[in-house]
């Protein structure tokens, strides 16, 4: 990772007071991401990831819901800042494009008012500049006739292009670091492609970083350059993209790998599924999260939660009390 950091996030934890008891989203979570970097965050859902991005971006309801630790976004403070300090970031600092784009947008405002507006608020545009500004966006992130769309309504056009008006709102301002948010979720696999691709060259050409954060293996293969396998609101297993999936030590990064379809296999080919059911966050016990689904478990992990080891010379962690061996791999 860079030695400046963009991002620095440092033992974030949230926890939700619910009716019943407190709920650990997310736990103990640490990460930089440097400049023009892209981190990938993986895992299974309900593992803590769309909450940790919302946490970054300062989005969580501030009523029964505690935030400790340190998130510092090129040098400011986010947790624990007011919202006139977190607007100041929100556009140009950081972005978010969200999971859903029809719940994203506002299904009776025309898409691109929903973008000029971003730019009139916060770069105090004229409507006539903001215009055509959010039609330059359109037209960048592949939109035909970008002019006519601009007066369209999201519930007039595809998913794949409700997902590049999310994309060209998101980036109205030029953050410095964009969250992703699960961004092909729901499209075909096709639309996907086209969706990553645009991000990698968007993040080239604006010199962005990006977190992009999937339950798809094999969406973060080749276009992150670190990966950080998340389980039960905690990281499991950290280090650059390559090493995570050549040399994994952590079972459960090796069941995702697994329960991944391969297109060397023949048509139809069952996928490999992963035994049992993630945690409930309200009954977890002392021991390793994965323990009960693990097979390589032993005694201490059923009583003793791993830490997350010290990074090695490349800079690879992981918590396990049980490591894959090379052979075993």
Known sequence: MSEVPLLEVRELSVTFETAGGPLPAVSGVSFTVGPNETLGIVGESGSGKTVLARSIMGLQPRARVTTTGSVRLNGSETVGASETELRRLWSTEVAMIFQDPMTALNPVMRVGKQIDETLRVRLGMSRPAAKARAIELLEMVGIPSPAQRYNAYPGQLSGGMRQRVVIAAALACTPKLLLADEPTTGLDVTIQAQI??????????????????????????????????????????????????????????????????????????????????????????????????????????????????????????????????????
């Open 196 to 329: 990553l691709n645009l991000l990698d060259d968007l993040k080239d050409r604006l010199h962005m970083s990006v977190v992009l954060i999937t339950h798809d293996l094999g969406v973060v293969a080749t276009r992150t350059s670190h990966l950080a396998v998340m389980y039960a609101g905690r990281i499991v297993e950290f280090g650059a993209t390559r090493d995570v999936f050549a040399h994994h030590r952590m079972p459960y990064t090796r069941a995702l790998l697994e329960s991944s379809p391969r297109v060397a296999n023949p048509s139809h080919t069952r996928l490999a599924a992963i035994p049992g059911r993630p945690p409930n966050l309200l009954t977890l016990g002392e021991g390793c999260a994965f323990a009960p689904r693990c097979a390589y478990a032993n005694d201490r992990c059923h009583v003793e939660r791993p830490p997350l080891s010290a990074p090695d010379a490349a800079g690879h962690s992981f918590a396990c009390w049980n490591p894959l061996s090379e052979e075993s791999r």
